[in-house]
Structure formats: C-alpha cells, structure tokens
C-alpha cells in the first residue's frame, strides 16, 4: 500500500464514521458496467461541497488491492448487486488530487515532474522485481508492470481542473496539463476506469481537446448518473424525520438544482443544517464565490438584464452549447450564464433551455453580490420590498402604487419601461421580500385565461394569497374586474382561506394607480 498507489481506505471510512451518511455506494455499479468499455473515461464536474472527492475515496476504496473493503462495504446498497465480489479489491488504483501537487510547484513542466516521481516511486516500491524500460517515464512504468502481471490500473483523478481555475491565462501551461493526461491516460491497454473530478467539464481549444476519450457528466447533462449528484429529495425527506426539521423549510432553502430532471439538493448545507438544527447559508465561499460579483458585472450581451430577471424569481433562456469549459473565454451572456451553472449559483433545464436560481440561500448571495457598484435601483427595490408587502397586506392601496412606481421608474434603465413583462419583472422584485412566505407564479393558467402573478403562500404559512393583474392605459379597477370576471381565483386549487386581489395600472406619464379587493375561497 503506496501514498498514491493503492492508498487503502482510510478516507472513505472517515466518511462511513460521519454522524450524517448518505449512501451513494450505487454509483460503483455504474462505473463497474463500464470497466475495459469505450465508455471507460469519466469526467464528473460538479460545484464545490457537492461530494467529488467522497465519490472519489469510495471508489478507491472499493477498487484499491492495497485493502481489504468487503466488511466495509457490506452495508451499503452496492453489496446486492451483481458485479460486487468479482471486482471488489481487484485493481491497482493510482489515486491523485491535483491540487496538492499543484499548490507545491511553480510550474506545470514541475508539477508533472513531481506526479511521476510520486507515482513512480510507489509503483517502484510495490513492484521492485519488474523489468522496467525506463523508470524515468511513467507511462512506460505503468505498461511494463501491466505486462508483467496483468493487473490493470484504475486512474482516479480528483480536482483535475484546478489549473484552469488558477492559472485561467495560461493557455500554454493549460495544454501542456492536457497533452500529459491524454499521453498518461487515452488508449492505453493498462488502463480499465479513468475517472476524474473537477468544478469545470473538459477544457476546449482549437478544433477539438486533447483528452476527447472522456464521457462528460456535469451540471448542463449528468445523465444516466444525475442522482449521485446531490441529495435526491427522497434522501432529504429521510435526513428532515430523522432530525426533526422541517422539510418544506429545507426545500426553500438547498433545492432547486435541475440535473436531467432530478431536483437535487446541495449536499453540504442540508448536513450543516440537519446538525445545527437551523437554517442558513453554508456553502463555504470559496475562490468561485468571490468571482461572483467580477462575472454578474460584465453585462456581457444583456447579462445585467437577465440576472435582474433571475434574482426577481424568473427563469431566462440560455445557450450552453459554446461554452469554452474555462473561466476566461466569454462571447456572450450564454457563456457566463453556463458557467454560473458549473459553479453552483445557477441551475439549467436540459429540456427547455432555461437557468434560474436554485434556491433561497443562492439568491442571498446573489444579493450580497449586488449590494453596491452599479445595482443601487435594484437593491433599493428589494430593500423597499417588506414595506410594499405590508402595505399590500394592510391594503394601503396608495403606497402600493406609490412603491411600484419608484421600483418601476428606477429600473427603467435596465429594463423596457412600457412592456408588461418588464413590469412583472419589477413587481416580482418589487415583492422579493415575499419570497420568505410564498412561491411566486407568472403567467399562472387559471380560469379562462393566464393570471400575471400568483402568490401562493407557502405551507404552515397563516398569510393570505395574492394576485396580482397588471394593466398600462387602463384603470387598477379594470384589473381587478379581470380577476373575477376571468376566475383567476381557480388557479389556487390547493389553497383555502383570503386572497388579496391587487390591480396595478400605470398610464403614458408612468403614473400608477393600485386597487385591493379581499375575497374568500
């Protein structure tokens, strides 16, 4: 048993030792179906905390011949399936994590240098007895132990991407790293299972990239292994009984994230917030959080806009398809968008081609991004958010009007002035404070037409419903009339209790009028 050659599993029972372990051991039969496969090179890219390097300890763990795992294992969902015993502990597993060869060195030319001295040195020590061409170049220490005793390797790879996240300039310094992974890893007979992990999917540049033998799973397409990219909703409904939080809670706060259609949540703030027994934000904010601000303020192609509209609950169309897979190349929104998707802060809707904000604690630091520098009419709309929700409640129809008209005005520069869905945009920022309470819905089908803006209120929430109908050059009276004339109160099927009916006009010189109207459904 080496440092990095069969390494044993000390780390993944660390793991199994945890007070909260969600079993994600059925990922082993996926990567066990692909053994000696075309389909062989893996690269899984996830935002931080969500349990890259976990899956990476597990597999080794179970694969390394440097340990005897079968006790360990023997609990776990993986133990029933086929495919257990035979490939349990049977294969030399070479297990990196870039960073820390990264962070000892100055220069790509020194880190490689030091793999294949770490790597070789291990391989020496495990097997001293084999005739080795030249112990100077790994590959070919790897193809003569291969030979030797036909035991093939299994490459583990952990934060591989770390270079394209700290040296994001260094183009030269990034091929390099790249030609020496495919010259260590692509079709080579030594090689049963490349698995590697990272924040970001495999680099492009020119015609094609250098390491194209990998199968991608990220955040934009994880399929047919998107549930191990997070905790699955059964998973946090299991963690919320078991330590008596509630699970609506939760959802508002960790979920959101769209993987192939399978709502996920992020691992490490349910754990945190299961074993402090209250909610708040735990993703830790690292080096992609402080980047936040620098990529939402490019306003690269309208990107102001649409993270307006984001922050404001909506949902904007994107294209991820041209994205470079690098934290420098932008050529459009679409490419900061999807990388916001990579690192956490945005989710995306294969099927629709959409990005929004997962979640509550996202959306604060979305907020906390935005504070100052350039967003001041959308701070002050949201810092002026709580008062416009009790006017509504209280009906103050005339501050109601009065607060719209302000977030309507100042946002004018960043949004269309006399368009409607501009003005739902605002309205919907205009009440984020109410996102607390309710789930917000545009354009909700109800009646006989499609009601602007529905707040539901949330579970075990006493608040009553809104909704809101939107009208220019017309009267607050008019909307309201709209409201019941069409049954928008239909749309709130699973609600009972008080609905506020708000009506909201603005006329050519951006005056605005409000009507509230209470019913009882």
Same mark, same amino acid.
């Given at each position: 048993m080496g440092v990095y050659l069969n390494p044993g599993n000390v780390d993944f029972q660390e793991v199994l030792n945890s007070k909260i372990y969600v079993d994600k051991s059925e990922l082993i039969q996926y990567t066990n179906s692909v053994l000696r496969t075309t389909q062989k090179y893996i690269c899984v890219s996830r935002p931080r905390r969500f349990g890259k =390097? /976990? %899956? %990476?300890n597990m597999l080794t763990a179970y694969y390394s011949r440097g340990c005897d795992s079968r006790e360990m294992f023997q609990g776990l969902k993986i133990a029933k399936h086929t495919g257990f015993?035979?490939?349990? $502990?049977? &294969? +030399?597993?070479?297990?990196? $994590? /870039?960073? $820390?060869?990264? =962070?000892?060195?100055?220069? !790509?030319?020194?880190? !490689?240098?030091? #793999?294949?001295? @770490?790597?070789?040195?291990?391989?020496?020590? %495990? &097997?001293?007895?084999?005739? &080795?061409?030249?112990?100077? !170049?790994?590959?070919?220490?790897l193809d003569d132990i291969y030979e030797d005793g036909q035991v093939p390797f299994i490459f583990i790879i952990d934060e591989w991407?770390? !270079?394209?996240?700290?040296?994001? +300039?260094?183009?030269?310094e990034q091929t390099k790293y790249l030609d020496f992974l495919r010259d260590l890893l692509k079709d080579k007979s030594y090689i049963a299972l490349a698995y590697m992990t990272g924040i970001l999917p495999i680099k492009k540049y020119g015609e094609h990239s250098a390491i194209n033998a990998f199968y991608e799973y990220s955040m934009t397409d994880a399929s047919p292994i998107e549930e191990f990219t997070g905790f699955t909703e059964q998973e946090v409904r299991r963690l919320c009984e078991q330590y008596k939080m509630p699970f609506t809670e939760t959802k508002k706060w960790y979920d959101g994230y769209c993987v192939d259609g399978v709502s996920i949540y992020n691992p490490k703030s349910v754990v945190e917030a299961m074993l402090r027994g209250k909610f708040s934000n735990y993703w830790t904010k690292t080096e992609t959080y402080e980047a936040l601000k620098v990529y939402i303020d490019l306003n690269q192609d309208g990107l102001r806009d649409k993270i307006v509209q984001m922050i404001a609950g909506e949902k904007v169309p994107v294209n991820p398809d041209k994205f470079q897979n690098d934290m420098t190349t932008f050529h459009s929104a679409d490419d900061v968008l999807t990388l916001l998707v990579h690192l956490g802060y945005l989710t995306y809707d294969e099927q629709n081609r959409v990005v929004w904000i997962p979640n509550g604690e996202v959306r604060q630091e979305f907020i906390n991004s935005i504070e100052?520098?350039?967003?001041?009419? #959308?701070?002050? @709309?949201?810092?002026? =958010?709580?008062?416009?929700?009790? @006017?509504?409640?209280?009906?103050? @129809?005339?501050t109601v009007a009065e607060l719209i008209e302000q977030a309507h005005q100042a946002n004018a520069s960043i949004l269309k002035y006399n368009d409607e869905n501009a003005l739902s945009c605002v309205i919907s920022l205009a009440y984020y404070s109410a996102q607390k309470n309710y789930t917000l819905h545009r354009e909700m089908p109800a009646g006989k037409g499609f009601a602007d803006i529905v707040f539901e209120p949330n579970r075990n929430c006493d608040l009553p419903a809104l909704i809101v109908e939107l009208k220019w050059g017309h009267s607050a009276e008019e909307a309201v009339e709209q409201i019941k004339r069409k049954d928008y109160l239909d749309c709130l099927k699973n609600y009972t209790g008080e609905v506020l009916l708000v009506g909201v006009n603005y006329d050519k010189e951006k005056r605005h009028t409000c009507r509230i109207e209470r019913a009882v459904i």
């Open positions: =390097s /976990m %899956a %990476a015993e035979e490939h349990l $502990n049977q &294969y +030399n597993v070479v297990h990196l $994590n /870039m960073q $820390n060869f990264l =962070s000892k060195t100055q220069t !790509i030319e020194q880190m !490689i240098s030091l #793999v294949t001295k @770490a790597v070789g040195r291990d391989l020496l020590r %495990a &097997y001293p007895d084999v005739d &080795y061409l030249d112990k100077t !170049i790994l590959t070919f220490m991407d770390c !270079i394209f996240r700290s040296r994001k +300039n260094q183009l030269e100052d520098g350039g967003w001041e009419p #959308v701070v002050q @709309a949201i810092r002026s =958010s709580e008062r416009l929700l009790q @006017a509504t409640l209280s009906g103050d @129809a005339e």
